[in-house]
Every structure is written in C-alpha cells, then in structure tokens.
C-alpha cells in the first residue's frame, strides 16, 4: 500500500492556493512571463489570466505585477506577497508530507511488515 494525498487551501469554500498555481507562479518567476508559463503546461494565456485573477480576489492581494508591452514587450513578475505565500506553503506541504508519512507508518506499521 502507499499513500495518496492533495493539499489545497481554501478560502470561503473556493480553491485559493495549490500546487496548479504554485506551479505557474514558478514558472513566471522563470520565464518573466504569464503567457510563456502558460505555453508550458498547454494552458491558454486567458485560462491562466483569469486564474491569476480569481485566486488574487480570493486571497485580497496580487499575485503578479503586470507590465505591458511596448519597446521590449510586457511581462509578469511574482510580488513579494505571493513569494511568501509560495514559500509558507512549501513548507506547509512538507511538514504535512513527513507527518502525514508518519502516521501512516504508525497505523499501518502491520500491513507494511507483511509487504
């Protein structure tokens, strides 16, 4: 047996923060650019826009500093808010992995000695 588990946050009952989004983010802060991070994992540059847009209203700060185009094109940076939401949740996932791991070990300890 293994175990399986999806961490997201949630805010008011509507997806706020996970992995899909941490994802983008990162990718943005690759590339510079929203568009060119949703080419990546084959989402539409309006799919990713109104995501970005969405989970900012939900979560009451922005998660992108736009800028647009001109002489040497636009681009998006990741805000310092959402770098330290980023990071807090890293850190969240992984202390929730180890003593999720944990505990499976401890209750199933029995059916594992029998793999």
């Given at each position: 047996m293994q175990l399986r588990y999806k961490?997201?946050?949630?805010?008011?009952?509507?997806?706020?923060?996970?992995?899909?989004?941490?994802?983008?983010?990162?990718?943005?802060?690759r590339t510079g650019s929203l568009?060119?991070?949703?080419?990546?994992?084959?989402m539409s540059y309006?799919?990713?826009?109104?995501?970005?847009?969405?989970?900012?209203?939900?979560?009451?700060?922005?998660?992108?500093?736009?800028?647009?185009?001109?002489?040497?094109?636009?681009g998006s940076e990741v805000t310092a808010e959402a770098r330290e939401l980023m990071a807090k949740y890293e850190i969240f996932c992984q202390r929730a992995a180890q003593s999720l791991n944990s505990l499976y070990r401890e209750v199933f300890e029995k059916f594992e000695e029998e793999d």
């Open positions: 961490l997201w946050l949630e805010k008011e009952g509507e997806k706020a923060f996970g992995d899909g989004p941490i994802d983008i983010l990162r990718r943005v802060e568009r060119k991070a949703a080419e990546e994992i084959n309006s799919q990713a826009w109104n995501l970005m847009k969405s989970l900012e209203k939900r979560l009451g700060f922005p998660l992108l500093k736009r800028r647009v185009g001109g002489e040497r094109g636009g």
